[in-house]
């Protein structure tokens, strides 16, 4: 329990050593606000990133994990170059990702989905397979809307030759081996955060 | 290459021949102390310029390449005669490649003619064989060599160097010297270079603050008018933004500029009124930094009155805007909202950098350097280096202002001094004494009148003319002459040179500006005579010399020389002792750094022992303990011959000026004396100021930050059975009526976070702070202390934190303040809450009244100049150092105690202080003793003597202000140089038209 909390928002719950990790990284912040004006996304966003790192810096996690912030960053790095501090904010958004999907927070299940789903496909096809990964993401989301929903933009995509139909072409580009080493250098790195790769 | 060492105290300084291994690849450049030195030795190679001149173009490259590419010169190439001869006459060159057979003009034409150019350019003649007499021919007029072709670089190679090596010794200069004070500064940061260039050099009217300061110049690109620069367009709306290369670690600055807060704030104020009210100044900072004397009220004004905006924030992006030479800039505001903004310039506050070359200097003179570049100094010093007898002034050791670099500058003028004077050396050779004034004064008045000409032309002719006729109607003026513009060289010989053995006064009339200048004080030692002989008038020249105002003040010089009288103001005698009012450290070593000169002092302490502040202080920001240091101080101020310490006593009154003063000391259960001495220097110093905002006084559970200091000091603080620690910046600081930066507390916050964080990690350290005044170097202090989990709370001083104490709680206190970055509520809870109240000054009005000494709007020592003259009294011989000047660190406040001493020193090494003005005498004979002239004296400068016979003045007292003169029904009271006659003279003469 921290000695601090702001008054009529939630209190942190106990799993903020996970966020330890992310504190060490920005703990430097001034909170100049130089990430903030130079994200592309930020007006999308509903924590401004310089909100975020001071919720991370004031161990905040159920307010960090309430927001969309990380997800909707593109990892474009513009924060990361400006930032006066030189502090990894990039990473930083990507490991509150990894967070979030390992404790398999409800509010980004969609995104987590999308996520699995896609370097699923990769595994298998060595590439992005439009219509496994479609086929892939609807099923995941167990609910019967969700293909209604993408239907306009997938006719488009589909009216441009965009979406490779059929299975094909996955038996000889099995790529176990990499992803697996990659997992496994993840969790060497990332052990105090018991993240699981969300590749 | 360059080496230096020291012996018996003294270093040598000195050039050796280039070691011959790394002779080829060395580009050279010499350290700044090589007194006269030539640019060659500055520069090395590079700037050793060699001509080329053959009609070949492969020679010319191949030359090129061996001397240019290879070995470092600097070359130009010239393909024919008449362009060789154009290149000499337009630069000069050092050494010429000449090449005889050559179409047009053959090398023999040239050499002749380039050496009528430049008599000592050194030539090399190149020949084929079949033309070696010719240059032998050659080396007759003046080549010095010759060198057959074909030829390999080995061949040419040698000759060239051994040309380079004798330009290059003529150019250096051995000096032994006793001390070395570098003072070589910092460069101005070049946004270009970094990653984020903030539109600098890519995006119009982006400026740094360098260059805004010349375009606000009267002397500027556009005569002082605010254009800007694209398009010449007044400028109505600017941007200054802030931490430009400075609290930046992407271009490896993690250091702040100290300077860029204020003079920014400084260029915005002054651009308003050059470019008019409906001008627009905005500066985007991200903490306001004005922690220097008197900043703080600036900084207020600046915003409050002259209307400058101020916006928290950090710029990220400035673009040109399409179709307009606008600058768009967007920042995240204090609230979080992105701003978008155009302005018609931006000026990018641009930090201070250490020198490119400082870190070989360092590495010549064995002295190290910082990560940053910035020389290292010994701990508790800003000058003294880790190499004894080297010292650094003004920037080089850290950021700093000009009011510092000046101090810094004079602490290590003193310290090399003292060096100097420990090793039994002297300062440098006085300057020869003035020649003594011929003594004229019984005889009668004889005037030289020397009027100046202006221009030439009969108007002036007929002017001086008739002035000449006028003037020598008077039997006293014995010669009239007229020079030509004294104002120039030609003139002044002249006039020096005039022949005054026949007369014993001299009046000069001439422009206004000589008139007034400094130049007329050098005529007394060319005529000879005593100043008060030399009146130099202004003449009038545009209303003509017949006019109202020349007749009237050549006729009130002419009669003021006739009626001057000769009483002699012998000036005052040096009395060879300093008083040292307080014993802390800055006191003390005032007291040191003059007594080291053989100067004896009085260091006056009012409580029973030395030390002052630093007796409670523990260690410093970097762990370095201050015990020690101040146990070494006080031993050496014990042990010191010079030095006689009085304790528990304090100065009640004084009088007397520069030179001479008489202080009268009260000590406790001891007969009250008086101490005369020729210079005196203000130690009293400071204390934490007294509080009782947030609880203070109510629990154990709220302390000062000399509280917790005392108890950390004596292992009274158990770190281990508490949680969290709040601390509060600001306490009754930086607002009215304590409206200045204490400078010292931030700092010591983040020591006293850093010190509880090392003891026990798990420690919560909350810091609510309104700006983090953490200059200089300690800017690395704050982000060291924000890695080690210190959690900080901007506030802003309408909406102060909330304290609430409850002792029964487990956690006593707790803190309610609003986040601005969530712009929440926060609440923390602590065990212990620091407040940092700041630095209320010690300088009893006793001693102010006592030696006339002016304080600031704060209470502090007013200094006679800001930045020039930051330690001393508008009074002459007082001086002020330490807290006593404005709240400083241990470094700070040493630094202006030894540039208080050097700046005593200047007086107290003297023997006589030049009748530095008039005083009143009595003429004895005159006086019937009515005593209103000791009724009258304002400042009880006069006395009756002990037997009650005669009226005496003190001339240590007397201002001269002739009071006693108009109240004296006798004219016994006089005051010297203005007798009656002499006043009455020149004002009938000014009205003798």
């Known amino acids: 329990m921290q000695p601090h909390s702001a008054t009529g928002s939630p209190t942190p719950d106990d799993g903020s050593t996970a966020l330890d990790h992310v504190r060490n990284m920005v703990s430097a912040c001034i909170q100049c606000g130089t990430c903030t004006g130079s994200c592309p996304n930020a007006l999308e966003m509903d924590l401004t990133p310089r909100k975020m790192w001071r919720l991370v810096i004031l161990e905040r996690l159920a307010d960090v994990m309430a927001s969309r912030t990380f997800i909707l960053c593109s990892a474009c790095y513009t924060c990361t170059l400006r930032c006066p501090r030189g502090l990894p904010l990039t990473t930083a958004m990507e490991t509150l990702k990894g967070i979030a999907f390992t404790r398999r927070e409800a509010r980004h299940r969609n995104s987590r989905l999308f996520y699995e789903k896609f370097m699923q496909t990769v595994r298998h096809h060595g590439r992005l397979h439009e219509m496994a990964f479609m086929t892939g993401y609807f099923t995941a989301m167990k609910n019967p809307l969700t293909p209604l929903r993408f239907a306009p933009l997938g006719m488009k995509l589909m009216g441009k030759g965009k979406v490779e139909m059929g299975f094909g072409k996955s038996a000889a580009t099995h790529l176990d081996a990499l992803f697996d080493k990659v997992a496994e250098i993840e969790r060497a790195a990332a052990a105090p955060l018991e993240k699981e790769s969300h590749a | 290459m360059l080496a230096c060492w020291q012996t018996c105290g003294y270093f040598n300084v000195f050039s050796n021949n280039v070691n011959k291994k790394t002779k080829k690849k060395h580009f050279f450049w010499q350290p700044f102390f090589l007194l006269k030195s030539e640019l060659l030795s500055a520069m090395g190679r590079p700037a050793f310029h060699i001509l080329v001149v053959d009609d070949e173009s492969i020679i010319r490259q191949s030359l090129d390449a061996w001397l240019g590419d290879e070995e470092g010169y600097r070359v130009t190439m010239a393909a024919s005669g008449a362009e060789a001869l154009e290149k000499i006459a337009a630069a000069p060159f050092h050494l010429m490649l000449l090449d005889i057979k050559m179409p047009g003009m053959d090398g023999v034409t040239v050499l002749e003619k380039a050496k009528v150019i430049q008599p000592d350019l050194q030539v090399l003649m190149m020949t084929a064989y079949a033309t070696v007499e010719t240059a032998v021919e050659a080396m007759k007029i003046g080549a010095m060599d010759y060198l057959i072709k074909p030829f390999e670089p080995d061949a040419l190679i040698p000759k060239v160097t051994a040309v380079y090596e ?59 008018r605010l254009l800007r620069p694209s398009d010449k367009q007044p400028v109505k709306k600017a941007a200054w933004i802030q931490c430009v290369g400075s609290r930046d670690l992407q271009s490896g600055a993690d250091f702040c500029s100290t300077v860029c807060c204020m003079f920014a704030l400084k260029e915005a104020a002054v651009a308003k009124t050059v470019a008019g009210d409906d001008f627009q100044a905005t500066i985007i900072y991200m903490d306001m930094r004005t922690f ?8 207020q004004h600046t915003e409050s009155t002259q209307g400058v905006r101020l916006e928290r924030g950090r710029v990220h992006s400035i673009a040109p805007t399409p179709g307009s030479d606008d600058v768009a800039i967007r920042w995240t505001s204090a609230s979080g909202e992105i701003h978008e903004e155009r302005f018609d310039l931006v000026v990018l506050s641009v930090g201070q950098r250490p020198n490119a070359r400082t870190a070989s200097m360092a590495e010549r003179l064995e002295v190290a350097c910082d990560g940053f570049g910035f020389l290292k100094t010994a701990p508790f010093s800003d000058t003294r280096t880790g190499r004894a007898g080297i010292f650094a002034g003004g920037t080089l050791s850290g950021p700093s202002d000009i009011a510092e670099s000046v101090i810094r500058a004079s602490s290590a003028a003193v310290n090399a001094s003292r060096t100097i004077h420990r090793a039994g050396g ?17 005889e009668p008045p004889r005037i030289l009148a020397v009027l100046c000409r202006c221009d030439t032309g009969t108007e002036m002719d007929l002017d001086l003319e008739a002035w000449s006729a006028r003037l020598k109607q008077d039997p006293a003026v014995a010669r009239v002459v007229n020079l030509d513009r004294i104002c120039t060289a030609d003139g002044w010989n002249a006039l020096t040179q005039t022949d005054t053995t026949d007369v014993n006064r001299v009046l000069v009339g001439a422009c206004r500006t000589f008139a007034y200048g400094k130049k007329a004080h050098g005529l007394t030692t060319a005529f000879g005579l005593d100043p008060a002989l030399i009146e130099t008038v202004a003449m009038d020249h545009h209303q003509g010399l017949g006019g109202p105002a020349t007749v009237a003040t050549i006729m009130a010089g002419i009669s003021r020389l006739k009626n001057v009288s000769m009483e002699k103001n012998q000036g005052i005698a040096i009395v060879n002792r300093a008083l040292v009012v307080g014993g802390g450290i800055a006191g003390m070593h005032a007291a040191l750094a003059i007594a080291d000169h053989g100067v004896d002092i009085t260091l006056v302490e009012a409580s029973e022992g030395l030390g002052g502040n630093l007796s409670w202080l523990h260690q410093t920001i970097d762990g370095t303990p201050i015990a020690p240091f101040l146990e070494n101080t006080i031993s050496q101020i014990e042990k010191h011959p010079k030095i006689e310490v009085m304790t528990d006593s304090r100065v009640v009154g004084a009088f007397g000026q520069a030179g001479h003063f008489f202080s009268t000391i009260e000590t406790a259960g001891a007969p009250t004396m008086t101490v ?66 204490s400078r010292v507390c931030c700092p010591t916050a983040l020591k006293q976070a850093l010190w509880m964080k090392s003891h026990s990690p798990d420690l919560q350290v909350y810091i609510l702070y309104r700006d983090m005044m953490t200059c200089g170097l300690n800017e690395a202090w704050y982000t060291e202390a924000r890695k080690q989990g210190v959690l900080f709370f901007q506030y802003e001083p309408n909406r102060k934190p909330e304290v609430s104490i409850d002792a029964n709680e487990d956690m006593p206190v707790t803190v309610r303040l609003q986040d601005p970055i969530l712009d929440a509520p926060v609440k923390i809870t602590a065990d212990l809450l620091v407040l940092a109240t700041g630095i209320v000054l010690h300088l009893p009005e006793t001693l102010t009244l006592a030696y006339g000494v002016e304080r600031d709007r704060d209470g502090f020592f007013q200094e006679a100049d800001s930045k020039w003259r930051p330690v001393e009294a508008l009074k002459a011989g007082v001086f002020g150092c330490g807290i006593t000047l404005s709240p400083r660190s241990i470094p700070e406040a040493v630094a202006t105690a030894e540039a208080a001493a050097g700046r005593a020193l200047a007086i107290l090494m003297g023997e006589r202080l030049p009748s530095a003005r008039v005083t009143a005498s009595v003429r004895h004979s005159l006086c019937t003793l009515c005593l209103r002239c000791i009724d009258t004296c304002p400042y009880g400068a006069r006395f009756l003597d002990e037997a009650g016979q005669r009226v005496e003045v003190n001339p240590a007292m007397c201002q001269g202000c002739g009071d006693c003169a108009t109240v004296c029904p006798n004219s016994a009271s006089i005051v010297e140089g203005f007798s009656h006659r002499s006043l009455f003279g020149a004002i009938d003469g000014a009205m003798a038209m």
């Open chain 2, 166 to 224: 004798a330009f290059r010794e003529a150019g250096y200069r051995k000096e032994t010297v006793g001390a070395i004070v570098l003072a070589t500064g910092t460069t101005c940061f070049d946004p270009s270079v970094g990653k984020n260039p903030m539109g600098y050099g890519v995006v119009p009217n982006v400026v740094t603050s360098l260059a805004f300061e010349r375009m606000l110049s009267g002397t500027g690109p556009d005569g002082g």
């Open chain 2, 292 to 299: 220097g004397k008197s900043f703080e009220r600036y900084g």
């Open chain 2, 426 to 442: 002297g300062l440098a050779d006085k300057t020869a004494a003035p020649k003594t004034a011929r003594d004229v004064s019984w």
């Open chain 2, 676 to 741: 005369e001495h020729g210079a005196v220097i203000l130690a009293t110093g400071g204390v934490e100021a007294p509080t009782d905002a947030y609880g203070y006084g109510t629990s154990q559970a709220v302390v000062t930050q000399r509280e917790l200091e005392i108890r950390i000091h004596e292992n009274q603080l158990n770190t281990d059975g508490m949680t969290s620690v709040a601390m509060i910046q600001c306490v009754g600081s930086r607002e009215e009526p304590r409206n200045y930066c």
